[in-house]
């Protein structure tokens, strides 16, 4: 079952997520997922993470696959242009991956190869369009293909976004574009969330609430100064300062928040960013 | 110099869809030479659209549409126009546009697409700027260009990078394009621009055409590679 259809079927959908290694030593990240398997529904797969380069989000679904683990291949538009992000969709059905979540990517700048050429060919919403085209059997430039492929379609949102309009009226456009579910940027504020989740129950798509984990303060503060639409309140800054297991304590918040807003949305996506392995802790504390 | 066409008028008669009273700006500049938005060519738009039922509440041709202070300058005498007006429609390239945009507090409408002449580049002074895409996006946008304005040439809405209305990128210095045109579209009260699912663009358009690529100009620099370096 395909994570839309999970939502659908009324199933409170566990998503968690893998970032593939720099290099060809596949073995941790493999382990990770094997921790997480049985856990969760999907595992999301990063795709140059940060404009980072590393090894292909594709293979590495490939490889989630055969260990029985279904993959969300995450396909931004920084690094390939229509012909390649078609051909990869394409590649994406043979190889049995059907969950393909698609972004517009980080500006290459902000990588380890700040003197690439960005491409950015198509954006989010066009990736999406394109999808489905390639779906009703036809390229983007109309030619028909032999046989067509059938994918699960996601895209992102943040909901901490300030102003949060345009993040509204950009996710309507990925919904009329073919988008069936969202997974959001880490959120730490319940309230605000529910005042999200009530601004877009008009679209009526699956909405999964990202979770990042805490490592310890100074990172929620890296991320209330660096990362946009991400704010973690000082009550839980304070929380993580003062823990003496932060570990614990990270866990613990992540469980706490899941529970918050759990009656909110149709599922959770959860980002460990290295601390995969604390992923099952934070479902049996949040009771999932 | 720069290169424009003129958009088909089907085209341009959509983008005033709802809208009655039209002021016209053209320029003296580049398109005047192209023959897409001198005098003659405005009034001749002028024509077309009362034709087509619309008023025309008046139009002004300025030396450089790309020189922002001189647009708000001449503007400045048809206020009283404008300001009656639902809209303008800016018959001249990319940079043209948006300057007009940037100096009067109403939707302007691009009647030309600005196409690529192949690296040459006309006199700007202001923040706007024209990627000469032949297929101008500017009517979506509150008459800000989303391939210059935005660091990754988004169309469809910002990405999820912007912080207080800055870009992921060098956000110290840089504005966020999408933010720029949210705030102008809503200013216009023309959010409706923006649910506008587009297209994947044709970047084909952006490679100088043949019939460009047969002008003098284009002749005399294939000249100049012929001759043999001493």
């Keep these: 079952m395909n994570i839309a259809e999970r939502a659908k079927s009324g199933k409170f959908v566990i998503t968690a997520e893998v970032g593939p290694p720099k290099g060809v030593d596949i073995g941790e990240m493999l382990k990770d997922a094997d921790l997480m398997n049985g856990r969760v529904d999907a595992i999301n797969v990063t795709d140059q993470q940060s404009s980072v380069m590393r090894l292909g989000s594709l293979a590495t679904c ?67 369009l394109t999808a489905k085209e390639l779906e009703n059997g036809r390229d983007l430039s109309g030619k028909e293909l032999q046989g067509s492929p059938r994918f699960c379609l996601g895209a992102v949102v943040t909901p901490g976004a300030d102003p949060l309009e345009p993040q509204i009226i950009k996710m309507e456009k990925k919904v009329k574009a073919g988008a069936q579910f969202f997974q959001t940027q880490a959120v730490y504020e319940p309230e605000k969330f529910a005042e999200f989740m009530k601004a877009v129950e008009y679209l009526n798509v699956p909405v999964m609430v990202g979770i990042v984990l805490l490592r310890s303060a100074g990172m929620a503060r890296f991320m209330n100064k660096n990362v946009a639409g991400v704010h973690v309140p000082e009550s839980l800054i304070e929380e993580m300062d003062k823990a003496e297991n932060r570990a614990q304590k990270s866990v613990e918040i992540a469980a706490r928040l899941i529970q918050e807003m759990k009656s909110l949305c149709q599922g959770v996506h959860i980002m460990a960013i290295g601390w995969e392995k604390r992923v099952p802790e934070v479902l049996d504390a949040a009771g999932l | ?181 949210y705030e102008r579209l809503k200013k216009l009260d023309h959010l409706d621009r923006m649910r506008i699912v587009l297209q994947p663009k044709d970047f084909s358009k952006m490679r100088p055409p043949a019939h460009l690529r047969n002008t003098i100009m284009w002749a005399l620099e294939r000249k100049e590679k012929e001759v043999p370096a001493k």
């Excluded at chain 1, 291949?73 to 043979?94: E, G, H, K, P």
């Excluded at chain 2, 030396?63 to 300058?73: I, M």
Aim: glycine content about 12%; hydrophobic content about 35%; proline content about 2%.
């Design chain 1, 62 to 128: 490939h490889l989630l696959k055969e260990r029985g683990i279904e993959p969300v291949f995450q396909v931004t538009c920084r690094d390939r242009n229509r012909i390649a992000l078609q051909s990869d969709l394409l590649s994406a059905y043979v190889l049995g991956v059907e969950n393909v979540l698609c972004l517009t990517g980080d500006f290459v700048a902000l990588g380890d190869h700040p003197q690439a050429k960005g491409v950015f060919d198509l954006d989010s919403v066009s990736l999406l």
């Design chain 2, 1 to 181: 110099m720069i290169i424009s066409e003129q958009k088909p008028l089907t085209e341009i008669l959509k983008s005033l869809e709802g809208e009655q009273r039209i002021f016209l700006v053209g320029c003296k500049g580049c398109a005047e030479a192209c023959h897409t938005g001198g005098e003659a060519q405005v009034l001749e738009m002028k024509n077309q659209l009362e034709g087509e039922g619309k008023t025309i509440t008046g139009y002004s041709v300025i030396d450089f549409l790309c020189d922002k202070a001189l647009v708000k300058f001449r503007l400045k005498a048809h206020e009283g126009d404008i300001i009656s007006s639902d809209s303008l429609l800016v018959m001249t390239c990319g940079i043209g546009v948006q300057a007009t945009s940037a100096v009067v507090d109403r939707v302007t409408h691009p009647a030309c697409n600005t196409i690529n002449a192949g690296g040459s580049r006309g006199e700007w002074r202001g923040d706007e700027r024209c990627l000469e895409c032949g297929e101008c996006l500017l009517d979506y946008t509150g008459g800000i260009c989303p391939l210059t304005a935005c660091t990754k040439s988004l169309i469809n809405g910002p990405c999820g990078g912007a912080m207080n209305g800055k870009c992921e990128f060098e956000g110290d210095t840089r504005d966020c394009g999408w933010h720029l045109i």
